[in-house]
Nanobody, 115 residues
Framework: QVHLVESGGGLVQAGGSLRLSCAAS????????MGWYRQAPGKQREFLAR???????NYANSVKGRFTISRDNAKNTVNLQMNSLKPEDTAVYYC?????????WGQGTQVTVSS
């Protein structure tokens, strides 16, 4: 079993920055990828960014150039640096870890951007 815990969410003014972290524990194998998603009230969960086991990154167009995903293999963490935040970035942010054909999700962390 894999346990993911996100942290770093909070309230920030538009134009500000936040850094989210996701710590993995449990039975960990080499990742296929780790990623970040978000879900705003009344909307479907949305892909934001992911990083593969080889370190290749992909971003949604909505966050490209503003968000940066990175990972610390030694600490089994993945981070999401979010800059130039907008009110429409308000959502619950979720971490995903894909390994051995299974996907594991964290419980989510709230990000609120005030105008």
């Amino acid at each position: 079993q894999v346990h993911l815990v996100e942290s770093g969410g909070g309230l920030v003014q538009a134009g500000g920055s936040l850094r989210l972290s996701c710590a993995a524990s449990g039975t960990l194998y080499s990742i296929n990828y780790m990623g970040w998603y978000r879900q705003a009230p009344g909307k479907q969960r949305e892909f934001l960014a992911r990083i593969s086991g080889a370190g290749i990154t992909n971003y949604a167009n909505s966050v490209k150039g503003r968000f940066t995903i990175s990972r610390d293999n030694a600490k089994n963490t993945v981070n999401l640096q979010m800059n130039s935040l907008k009110p429409e970035d308000t959502a619950v942010y979720y971490c995903l870890r894909s390994q051995e054909g299974h996907d594991y999700w964290g419980q989510g962390t709230q990000v609120t951007v005030s105008s």
